[in-house]
């Protein structure tokens, strides 16, 4: 017994497929910029500094006075030396108004002639710096400076330029070399 038999016979599909790709070009131009800057303001006013030397102690020490000062010196020494030698003269006076009358009257009269004019002793040996510490005054006033500015905001202008924007599409073409077929055979 023969058994019928199917056969199936399949051919695929062949296809061309050809493809142009798409082209994008863009091209963008710099922008147009102008910035001006205007000068600051500036505003500058001083005042002037000031220095004062003062001398006259300095000239005092080493002996170089004004003719003010010198009478007004020589006179207090005199004054001075004068009230020194009435204070003298009144302790000498008590002195020998106490002595007197005990007997002892030349032997005040001779002390006190030895306080007055006996040899005179030398004082301690001292350095004196000529002129003193600190004779020149010095002052100094600063002077100030103030500075005003006043800033100017700059001016920016931008011209934008647009982009330049080409395109073209793209292609795909399909071509079929084969079509596909589909083939039944029975056999007995």
Known sequence: MRVPRMEITQ?????????????????QRPADLKIEQPAAIL????????????????WADLGFKKTSALVEEYSN?????????????????RKLMLGAGKGQGAQTIQSIAKENYGPERPGPINI????????????YDPGKVDIQVQTQKPRINVEIQKPVHEYTKGKT????????????????
């Open 11 to 27: 051919q695929q599909i062949q296809l061309d497929m050809k493809t142009i790709p798409a082209e994008q070009r863009i091209e």
């Open 43 to 58: 505003e500058i006013s001083t005042t002037k500094p000031t220095l004062d030397i003062n001398l006259d102690q300095f």
């Open 77 to 93: 020494r005199g004054r001075e030396e004068l009230l020194s030698g009435i204070a003298r003269r009144a302790q000498e006076g």
């Open 128 to 139: 004196k710096f000529i002129p003193s510490y600190q004779s020149v005054k010095i002052q």
């Open 173 to 188: 073409q399909i071509d079929i070399l084969q079509y596909p077929s589909l083939k039944i055979d029975w056999t007995i």
